[in-house]
């Protein structure tokens, strides 16, 4: 803010010393103080309206940036789909958080699990792109500790997945009670 008003002094300043110089070339003597009082009163609302928009200049900037990141990273996220599928990663659910940073949070069920081989060629196939590299790995590392996980009364559900900067991946459980009464299991576990 102390720089919008050293530039609204500055303006102010060679504004005035302006006028006192073609007043001085044309031989019409010092300046009428009535139109630098007015001079000074337009600086300063000017000064005083960049200083109130300038907030909300920044606001709508940091909107357009976050949408602008959420279109981005929902691209990025959309081009994976088809391997994922491929991988034994069905999307049932996604779910968009568009603040600041945006996040697409995104429920899988897994549908197959892959061999270790296959896990080794997905990965070597998306080393160049670091988003899907990231995403994968995740994705098969959460798979492989669910396997090994044991909750009496629950059973794996699928994945929760939190794109951000980087990817991160929740082991989702159920209640073996609700799908054994018949109800909806939103992950198809």
Request: charged share 25%; hydrophobic share 40%; aromatic share 6%.
């Amino acid at each position: 803010m102390s720089k919008l008003f050293d530039q609204a002094r500055a303006r102010l300043r060679n504004s005035i010393d302006d006028k006192e110089e073609a007043k001085t070339a044309r031989g019409d003597g010092p300046a009428d103080v009535s139109q630098v009082a007015k001079d000074i009163q337009e600086a300063a609302a000017e000064a005083v309206d960049n200083v109130v928009a300038s907030p909300f200049r920044l606001k709508k900037a940091l909107q357009q940036r976050a949408t602008k990141k959420v279109l981005e990273t929902q691209e990025k996220f959309t081009d994976l789909l088809p391997a994922l599928a491929q991988a034994g990663f069905r999307l049932d659910s996604c779910a968009i958080d568009a603040s600041m940073s945006p996040t697409i949070m995104s429920r899988f069920s897994v549908t197959r699990q892959l061999t270790d081989e296959e896990e080794e060629e997905f990965l070597a196939a998306n080393r160049g792109n670091r988003f899907a590299y990231l995403l994968f790995e995740s994705l098969f590392r959460a798979v492989n500790v669910a396997e090994t996980l044991d909750f009496p009364g629950l059973h794996f559900a699928g994945l929760e997945v939190r794109v951000t900067a980087s990817p991160k991946v929740s082991m989702l459980y159920r209640s073996v009670q609700v799908q054994e009464l018949g109800q909806t299991v939103i992950h198809g576990g």
